[in-house]
């Protein structure tokens, strides 16, 4: 439903490819095949064909933008390459977050569950859209982005 509702319906055209196809490539003779990139392979230890974390640097370097998911369980090699090279550090495999101030009483006193109260986002509904939405629960693993 995610993909009916906020991508394609957004005017977005979907091509979806295993990470590790031999055929893998962002550009072709020397133009870019893809405006974005969503690499969903929370484990993925190497990209497949021409996609390589310097073409991947590349293409982000060029405007282009790219989406990637991990797991708190368990991030690849190739994600974890990635993301050091956009400044990001990902924790180790288990690690989890822990707010003591805006945790969900049922985690059983771990502090691991965290309720995003949308009230807090920036005013910014380009980024956040409507803050007229209930609050928002999280756990796991986050990248660390170094700012601040």
């Not at 550090?89 to 690690?95: D, L, M, V, Y």
């Amino acid at each position: 439903m995610f993909w009916k509702y906020y991508v394609t319906d957004s005017g977005y055209v979907l091509t979806f490819k295993s990470v590790d196809d031999a055929n893998l490539q962002l550009s072709k003779y020397g133009e870019y095949l893809y405006k974005h990139l969503i690499i969903f392979a929370p484990t993925v230890k190497e990209f497949g064909g021409a996609l390589s974390m310097g073409a991947i640097t590349v293409f982000i370097d060029d405007g282009r933008n790219v989406l990637i998911a991990g797991s708190s369980q368990s991030a690849g090699d190739a994600l974890h390459e990635l993301a050091s090279e956009c400044g990001l550090e990902i924790n180790e495999e288990g690690s989890t977050v822990i707010d003591h101030m805006n945790y969900d009483v049922s985690d059983n006193g771990q502090h691991t569950t965290i309720i995003a109260d949308p009230a807090n986002p920036i005013d910014a509904p380009v980024i956040v859209g409507s803050k007229d939405i209930p609050s928002v629960t999280l756990s796991g693993n986050w990248a660390d982005c170094g700012f601040g």
